[in-house]
């Protein structure tokens, strides 16, 4: 069902146009690739930053699951704004991308996290809200990518850090 869900979503999409996509109606598409669910125990570090979270996640997939369940998280992120991605990369074997939404609502804001690795067959997804400190800190983080292997280090100014590793 959830196949047949995402492929008439995506389907109706490029039929219609729709050119900009939510980041929460990112993060609910990407809920219902196949082979991802949603979580509802936040044990990701990154979470420490986040308010209101919400993950979904698919661990351990293998080769044909990582080809089919990455190649529409990579369709559905396509819909996405790329002015709303504040950091991120990607090199085949690995990627984290980091979005954020350009306006704040009572002073937080919307952010997408979306970390994939191909070596593990292992997908993340995290949505919530951050203020703009945190905001900042991920947009200005370095990102270190060798091989197999992403970082992103982010620095909040009150000393706190928030660290992004894919392995």
Not at 6 to 32: H, P, Q, R, T, Y
Not at 97 to 124: C, H, K, Q, T, W
């Amino acid at each position: 069902m959830k196949k047949v869900i995402l492929l008439l979503s995506i389907a109706f999409s490029i039929s219609f146009g729709v050119s900009a996509m939510s980041l929460k109606d990112a993060f609910e598409a990407l809920s219902n690739v196949p082979n991802i669910s949603a979580k509802t125990d936040y044990d990701t570090p990154i979470l420490g930053l986040i308010v209101n979270g919400q993950q979904a996640s698919a661990k351990n997939l293998d080769a044909s699951q990582i080809l089919e369940s990455g190649n529409a998280v990579l369709t559905i992120l396509n819909q996405v704004p790329l002015s709303r991605m504040i950091n991120g990369g990607n090199n085949n074997y690995v990627c984290a991308f980091v979005y954020a939404s350009p306006e704040s609502s009572n002073g937080i804001f919307e952010v997408l996290i979306v970390l994939m690795s191909g070596r593990d067959g292992d997908i993340s997804i995290i949505y919530g809200g951050i203020d703009s400190d945190a905001k900042g800190a991920l947009q200005n983080a370095p990102l270190y990518m060798e091989g197999a292997r992403i970082r992103i280090h982010a620095s909040l100014p009150n000393g706190d850090t928030y660290n992004i590793h894919v392995e």
